[in-house]
């Protein structure tokens, strides 16, 4: 793949332009080095419009935070940068779980490429089995998707309590110091609503997601044998629900431990089949963008 | 998919040609209640290359069996359609674990669409992944992908002898009644060779792995807990073996149990993931020709 990565956009460390193309590996020596990249000689006060913009930009990288209430800055950034011919690929849950309907449309439309497999399972290609591998004909999918959770409920199953496992939780930098968007279900709700919306491809919102705590079940019913907090989606019936729930012992679920995701997929002809991989971190992540970028110079540009 | 066989070639139940398109459903009551199609208005004695060639031919799907000497008449049925200008699905481990790389420049160099999902874990989306889920940084790839000997590996493990577990194996129709294809290991040189040529665009033979017999295994060492008859593909040392070995406990691959199949992969950035699911199957094997064909639709003609 021969990428040349243009623009930086970033408020915080500090934003770089180059029309020959930045040297990346130079540029995070500096940020390591110095937290920002001020005083380099790429260094340039941009824009994110001016990037998406750019008519010389053909791929739009978008991963600002996940905001599950507007999808905002990220829902505005893709729209414009497809409203301006480029391609996007995204690792931000809020506009895919909100807009998935609205933002896929506006990308077939204009015949342009709209990759997001680093919001679900990051790296680990869930969203490409669900985009191709598999016919429509799911009927179930259970998933473990929420690595924070799932070390938390791994260390309870070894004895830990609740409070402590979220301390090493944070600790170790999986769990952030407000937990609620992990332990209350908030970010599985979002994950829910992007699966729903691929494998049926309409316009479920994560309001739409059935949701229990999992703080709540652990202070009102306590820890039991291999319980997991899943996604369950049940196409026969329509019911999205994330709860948590204790395991059949068969399953290859249970095997899913500490930060790893899993899910179970069941369609009529296949019977069950499993994916089981990394769910989070700044590598996986990023595996997720170039696997995007090889699926989009694959199809768009063969 | 609105898809229109006008030719079914099959010398031994008998072979159908229609225009306007055959009715399937009616064809297969026909085959299940009197065994060949005789008789039947649409049937016709054409050959093989009758179909490949007819200009009104756009997809050839080759189910004939696997061959594992030469391919034939898989390989010349495929290079065939291929030069006549014809996609081509295929669920024949032999052309592909033989002729990979000359049957996927060809098709390449036309232009053309060549889908071989069916040939390794039927429906499960494993040569998706590895195409289009994954980057080229795979370092390690272990699978359990014969059926039938983890069929009888599951039930040693319950307290079988070998030979009734392979009694029971052949009584459920899993293995042949001559079942050295399953369990010398041949079946899995095929598949180790198909997947080493889709992770290294290369051209390895079936020859070119180590096969170990499972039987010879079990006459010599007998069995222990864990024990799977296991594909071990090693990138970095390029050591590609088809051996008995017992998994350690940990490994979600402990899991995989009777007919299913799975498969552990390791990449240098995101670590272990797996996909485990139904390794065979007539339903199975008919849903990866699906799904090819869906990919087909998608890209060739988007």
């Known amino acids: 793949m021969d990428i040349n990565i243009i623009y930086i956009v970033d408020p915080v460390k500090g934003s770089a332009y180059s029309r020959n193309g930045l040297d990346i590996e130079e540029i995070l020596k500096i940020i390591s080095r110095k937290g920002n990249l001020e005083g380099h ?8 419009y001016e990037a ?10 978008e991963v600002t935070p996940t905001n599950l209430v507007d999808g905002e800055p990220g829902y505005s950034h893709i729209k414009r940068a497809l409203y301006e011919g ?3 690929i ?4 809020g506009p895919i779980a909100l807009y998935y309907k609205e933002l896929t449309r506006l990308a077939d439309q204009k015949g342009l490429y709209l990759g997001f497999e680093g919001t679900v399972m990051s790296g680990t290609p869930l969203i490409k089995i669900l985009r191709y591998g598999l016919l429509q004909d799911i009927e179930r999918l259970r998933g473990i998707l929420n690595g924070t ?4 409920l791994t260390k309870m199953g070894e004895g830990y309590s609740f409070e402590t496992a979220l301390k090493e939780a944070q600790e170790l930098g999986y769990a952030e110091s407000d937990p609620t968007m992990d332990i209350d279900g908030y970010d599985l709700v979002a994950k829910a609503a992007i699966l729903v919306n691929v494998i049926t491809d309409d316009a479920v919102k994560p309001k739409d997601i059935f949701r229990m705590s999992l703080r709540e079940y652990l202070n009102n019913r306590g820890y039991e044998g291999n319980l997991k907090y899943l996604v369950d ?11 948590p729930k204790p395991l059949e012992r068969t399953s290859s679920l249970v095997s899913v431990k500490g930060v790893n995701n899993g899910v179970e997929i069941e369609t009529k002809s296949l019977g069950k089949s499993f994916i089981i991989g ?3 971190g700044r590598e996986e992540t990023g595996y997720a963008i170039l696997t995007d970028l090889k699926e989009l110079i694959t199809w768009a540009y063969s």
Do not use: M, Q, R, W
């Not at 000689?41 to 994110?48: A, E, F, H, I, L």
């Open 41 to 48: 000689p790429d260094y340039k006060d941009v824009d994110s």
């Open 52 to 61: 998406i913009c750019d008519v010389e930009v053909d791929v739009i990288v």
């Open 86 to 88: 480029k391609h996007v």
């Open 90 to 93: 995204t690792t931000n849950k």
């Open 149 to 152: 959770t799932n070390f938390i």
């Open 233 to 243: 989606l049940d196409f026969n019936n329509n019911i999205f629900a994330v709860i």
């Open 278 to 280: 990394p769910g989070a």
